[in-house]
């Protein structure tokens, strides 16, 4: 059976540990999702994953399918079915989004996709994320708004067919109507195809429409604690408090220390 596992997992970027002993099982067809205040390396462990070259590993081991993901180049991960919806996708002048997509597709798949299934596949996912048609015809994230590069990294997913898919906070900055949007297609995606999903977010509006069947908190580099949805609400309603004093961990100045290129604070 399909899985992802990671092992005793230690990361640096710039000679600072962020991960410090991550230890998680993923199942085919389950919904994980991982909380924690910011600054814990809840980013980091899905950038990792990914195979983000900024990131160093520094022991662990990361296991999917059988296979080692750390011995795996980042297009050798996205073939065997990986996929990362990133926090802050990158504008990208010059690059056509429909012609991102399809090149994505086709690297793939054993035949290329035909221009006709292409953009009946692209014309349903644009119009499943309630988006206006010109999107497949803009430069990819080229003065798209937060929600919009959002609402694409979904049709990139929709129309990629992932197994296993890394959310991270997927849900920031949309509004009550796209974060339904957006977690509906998430939804439907999960129920109608072979997929798993890591999803790190802090709304508990969005973990309630996308029904996370585990959820973990990391904190100071660690996975805490796990349960299930439960777990959320009581974040939800008393916040990261209580773990600090429970595991003794200090808790972090409202301004972070270090700042990691475009990927926010220490994330």
């Known amino acids: 059976m399909r899985k992802l596992v990671i092992k005793d997992l230690y990361v640096s970027i710039n000679d600072i540990q962020i991960l410090k002993g991550v230890n998680l099982e993923i199942n085919n ?35 999917y399918d059988d296979k080692d993901v750390l011995s795996m180049s980042v297009d050798e991960r996205s073939r065997a079915g990986i996929f990362l919806g990133m926090q802050y996708p990158s504008e990208i002048p010059g690059v056509n989004n429909s012609d991102f997509l399809r090149a994505a597709m086709n690297a793939r798949l054993e035949k290329p996709i035909s221009l006709f299934k292409f953009i009946r596949e692209m014309e349903h996912a644009v119009d499943d994320l309630g988006m206006k048609s010109d999107i497949a015809h803009r430069n990819l994230n080229e003065g798209f708004s937060g929600g919009e590069k959002k609402r694409n990294e979904i049709i990139q997913m929709k129309l990629l067919k992932p197994q296993f ?47 996370p069947t585990h959820v973990h908190i990391l904190l100071d580099g660690k996975i805490v604690e796990s349960g299930d949805y439960e777990l959320v609400s009581k974040i939800d309603n008393e916040g990261y408090e209580w773990l600090y004093t429970k595991y ?4 972090p100045s409202e301004k972070p220390a270090l700042v990691l290129e475009s990927c926010g604070a220490n994330r």
């Open 29 to 63: 067809h389950e919904i994980h999702a991982l909380m924690g205040p910011n600054g814990q390396g809840k980013s980091t462990l899905l950038s990792a994953i990914m195979g983000d070259p900024k990131y160093r590993i520094d022991s662990g081991e990361i296991w």
């Open 165 to 211: 898919a890394m959310l991270d906070e997927i849900d920031s900055g949309l509004d009550v109507d796209a974060l339904k949007i957006v977690a509906d297609a998430v939804q439907d995606l999960y129920d109608t195809q072979d997929l798993s999903l890591l999803i790190v977010s802090h709304y508990e509006r969005f973990l309630d429409l996308t029904k």
């Open 248 to 251: 003794g961990v200090e808790k």
